[in-house]
Nanobody
Framework: QVQVVESGGGLVQAGGSLRLSCAASGSIIRINAMGWYRQDPGKPRDLVARITTDGSAKYSDSVKGRFTISLDNARNTVYLQMNSLKPEDTALYYC?????????????????WGQGTQVTVSS
């Protein structure tokens, strides 16, 4: 089994900062990439940032220059440093881990999701 656990959400004023963390654990063989998505009620889940194990990062246009994603390969942990937060950044933030894992007698490659952590930015 693989577990993906987020932490670090909360309430912050506009212009403030938050740091999200997400750790993947369990029967992991190799992580391919980890990332953050966010979702408002009734809307699709959108990519915020994603990073591969070689350090290649991708950001949505709305967060470029304000958010920074980083990956600790030794700890299977991804971080999202969020600066200059805006009210429109308010959402439920989900961690995603794309990885190879052992399931019974087989190896599988799939995405795993965390439960989500709420980020609320007040104006």
């Amino acid at each position: 089994q693989v577990q993906v656990v987020e932490s670090g959400g909360g309430l912050v004023q506009a212009g403030g900062s938050l740091r999200l963390s997400c750790a993947a654990s369990g029967s992991i063989i190799r992580i391919n990439a980890m990332g953050w998505y966010r979702q408002d009620p009734g809307k699709p889940r959108d990519l915020v940032a994603r990073i591969t194990t070689d350090g290649s990062a991708k950001y949505s246009d709305s967060v470029k220059g304000r958010f920074t994603i980083s990956l600790d390969n030794a700890r299977n942990t991804v971080y999202l440093q969020m600066n200059s937060l805006k009210p429109e950044d308010t959402a439920l933030y989900y961690c995603n881990a794309g990885l190879w894992a052992v399931q019974g007698d087989i190896r599988i490659s799939r995405d795993y999701w965390g439960q989500g952590t709420q980020v609320t930015v007040s104006s």
